[in-house]
C-alpha cells in the first residue's frame, strides 16, 4: 500500500479498532493484541509480558550494548512504553494521529507511566533519520502496513 493508496480503504486504522472494540465477540483479540481503550493499562500489561521478556533477553544475547531502539510504527504505545521503562532511549515513528492508535495514544501511554520517548509523524518508507542513528529497528504488528 503506497502513500496514494492510504484512502482506498473503507475505514481508518482508529475507525476498524473502534468497530472492534464495541463487539463482543472481538473482545479477547482486543485484549490479546493490547488494543483496548485503556492505553495505561495496555502499556502495563505489554511491558511486563513473557513476549517483551523474551524480546529484552534477545536483545541482550544479540546486542547487548543496544541503547537507542527505533520503534516503528508506535501504534498505540505499548512498545515505547516497555522499551522506555527498561531503560532504552526511544524513538518512536507513527503517522496516525489518533489518540486511540496512533501518536496521542503513544504520548498518553508514555504520560501514563511518567516515560519519555520522541514520537516522530513519519512513514516507514520515508524515514527522516541518518543511517546509523540506532542500535536496534524494532517493528511489532507493522509490516502488513508498508507499502514498500
Do not use: C
Request: avoid cysteine; hydrophobic fraction near 50%.
Amino acid at each position: 500500500m503506497g502513500s496514494q493508496d492510504r484512502g482506498a480503504f473503507k475505514y481508518s486504522w482508529e475507525e476498524a479498532i473502534a468497530i472492534l472494540r464495541a463487539d463482543p465477540a472481538h473482545q479477547d483479540l482486543i485484549f490479546h493484541s493490547y488494543l483496548s481503550a485503556d492505553l495505561a493499562e495496555n502499556a502495563r500489561r505489554f511491558s511486563a509480558s513473557a513476549e517483551f521478556a523474551e524480546t529484552l533477553r534477545l536483545l541482550a544475547q544479540k546486542v547487548p550494548r543496544a541503547r537507542a531502539i527505533l520503534d516503528i510504527p508506535g501504534g498505540n504505545g505499548i512498545a515505547a512504553y516497555a522499551f522506555a521503562k527498561a531503560g532504552f532511549e526511544v524513538t518512536t515513528v507513527e503517522p496516525d494521529p489518533s489518540a486511540s492508535v496512533g501518536r496521542g495514544a503513544i504520548a498518553a501511554a508514555l504520560a501514563s507511566g511518567a516515560l519519555k520517548a520522541d514520537i516522530v509523524d513519519a512513514f516507514g518508507e520515508n524515514l527522516p533519520f541518518a543511517d546509523a542513528s540506532f542500535d536496534v529497528v524494532y517493528v511489532r504488528q507493522g509490516l502488513h502496513h508498508a507499502a514498500d
